[in-house]
């Protein structure tokens, strides 16, 4: 049985995040649900919204995905997960989240691992030109500098 995934960010990234996702897997409509948290919102309608939106989702075990750890939308996803049936990550981008998607038939647990592997291993630095272009430095000691 597939996990659900719930992202939970400030409007309007959670349903961009969610639109890039469905374009890439268009069959996880079902199973990935996204709450955009509004300005001048009060935390208390924020909850009941996330809240809603998890219920919606209908799985047994689900994700939670926030954008910014101590904001609106991860404190608000603090109050809804329990650690067992559902999990919280905070940093989501999309490089995690179609990671998480790919592998969502795994164990929740093994889920946040993936999770946290494919944000990380999204995140480089990327030379503006092709590394046989760039030109060496006199002093530059490692040949590999470009290499993944």
Do not use: W
Not at 78 to 88: F, I
């Amino acid at each position: 049985m597939n996990n659900g995934i719930l992202i939970i960010a400030h409007a309007p990234l959670a349903n961009a995040l969610r639109q890039c996702i469905l374009h890439v897997f268009p069959d996880a409509e079902q199973e990935v649900a996204a709450f955009d948290v509004q300005p001048n919102v009060p935390p208390e309608e924020t909850l009941a919204g996330a809240t809603q939106a998890l219920a919606l989702l209908n799985t047994p075990q689900t994700l939670v995905l926030t954008d910014v750890f101590g904001a609106t939308p991860c404190n608000a996803a603090q109050k809804l997960v329990d650690g067992l049936n559902t999990k919280l990550i905070a940093g989501v981008n999309l490089p995690m989240l179609l990671r998480t998607v790919t592998y969502r038939r795994e164990t929740l647990d093994s889920l946040v691992a993936r999770a946290l592997a494919g944000g990380m291993q999204g995140v480089m630095p990327v030379a503006v030109t092709a590394p046989q272009n760039q030109i060496k430095k006199k002093n530059d000691q490692n040949d590999n500098d470009h290499q993944q």
